[in-house]
Antibody
Framework: QVQLQESGPGLVKPSETLSLTCTVSGGSFSSYYWTWIRQLPGKGLEWIGN???????NYNPSLKSRVTISVDTSNEQFSLKLTSVTAADTALYLC?????????WGQGTLVTVSS | QSVLTQPPSVSGAPGQRVTISCTGS?????????VHWYQHLPGTAPKLLIY???NRPSGVPDRFSGSRSGTSASLAITGLQAEDEADYYCQSYDSSLGVFYVFGTGSRVTVL
């Protein structure tokens, strides 16, 4: 059974770079797209972007200028970097597998942007 | 940036039937793109509930059902149980503005 686990700092200072990693276990890493999604406080879910095994990416236009998603196939991990963060980037960040729909998901990691 | 609209809250007594609507537009649901539904209990991983409008993954009770018509979709929960108290999100694909995947605003289901 495929499982995903997010990891990374829970606190990031304004103007700095948010960096998170999602580790995939249980197989199928090469067969799907892998996605980052975030839930802003009191709001719904927002798709950030996704990447496939070969490194092909798609990004949400609203975040594209600040987002980089990369993949580490040897460790079956993919990562998110979001630059120049502000308090508006405070959110629960989730990773998920994309194969027509998002399934499964990680539990998410809360990232707070504050000095 | 939710482009799919859901009611903020839905409630019902145990055993009742509740429905959650998901209203989109001609660039997403109305364009024929499939709708998927997720259940999220805070602190846990969101769970796929319905895929491709009306299909349940293995392990999801048949109390949950989905439908799509025109620019909208809906999720129905029959025989409401206390464990169904959670947040529910619809999701589809959107062909405009380069935003591939869009979610609903989310609905909190409360079991009275």
């Amino acid at each position: 059974q495929v499982q995903l686990q997010e990891s990374g700092p829970g606190l990031v200072k304004p103007s700095e770079t948010l960096s998170l990693t999602c580790t995939v276990s249980g197989g199928s890493f090469s067969s799907y797209y892998w996605t980052w999604i975030r839930q802003l406080p009191g709001k719904g879910l927002e798709w950030i972007g996704n990447i496939d095994y070969s490194g092909r990416t798609n990004y949400n236009p609203s975040l594209k200028s600040r987002v980089t998603i990369s993949v580490d196939t040897s460790n079956e991990q993919f990562s998110l970097k979001l630059t120049s963060v502000t308090a508006a980037d405070t959110a629960l960040y989730l990773c998920a597998r994309l194969g027509g729909w998002f399934d499964p998901w990680g539990q998410g990691t809360l990232v707070t942007v504050s000095s | 940036q939710s482009v799919l609209t859901q009611p903020p809250s839905v409630s019902g007594a145990p055993g009742q039937r509740v429905t959650i609507s998901c209203t989109g537009s001609s660039s997403n649901i109305g364009a024929g793109y499939d709708v998927h539904w997720y259940q999220h209990l805070p602190g846990t991983a969101p769970k796929l509930l319905i895929y491709d409008n009306n299909n349940r993954p293995s392990g999801v009770p048949d109390r949950f059902s989905g439908s799509r018509s025109g620019t909208s979709a809906s999720l129905a929960i029959t025989g409401l149980q206390a464990e169904d108290e959670a947040d529910y999100y619809c999701q589809s694909y959107d062909s405009s503005l380069g935003v591939f995947y869009v979610f609903g605003t989310g609905s909190r289901v409360t079991v009275l």
